[in-house]
């Protein structure tokens, strides 16, 4: 069974920084794609960033040059670095792992999320 254990969120201040960490059970190279989304209340889950398991990277716009995506094979682990953060970056934050079978079709892994919260 796939587990995702997400840890680093918490309170922080208009222009702070906080790093988010996810931990896999079990080999992370399982996985093809890693990545983090959020939820803000009353708005739909939105992808923040994600990489590749050949470390390629993407970022949504309004997180590009402030959050930095890397993975840590040896630790089955990958992180949002967030810097400079903005009160509407304010959500729960999930972990997430995509692995595509030997059929064609994607399974889609989540932890259970973790808050940040940035005051103004």
């Known amino acids: 069974q796939v587990q995702l254990v997400e840890s680093g969120g918490g309170l922080v201040q208009n222009g702070g920084s906080l790093r988010l960490s996810c931990v896999t059970s079990?080999?992370?190279?399982?996985?093809?794609?890693m990545g983090w989304y959020r939820q803000a209340p009353g708005k739909q889950r939105e992808l923040v960033a994600g990489i590749t398991s050949g470390g390629t990277t993407n970022y949504a716009d309004s997180v590009k040059g402030r959050f930095t995506i890397s993975r840590d094979n040896a630790k089955n682990t990958v992180s949002l670095q967030m810097n400079n953060l903005k009160p509407e970056d304010t959500a729960v934050y999930y972990c997430s792992a995509e692995r595509m079978t030997s059929s064609g079709s994607t399974l889609h892994f989540w932890g259970r999320g973790t808050q940040v919260t940035v005051s103004s």
């Open positions: 079990g080999s992370i190279f399982r996985f093809n794609t």
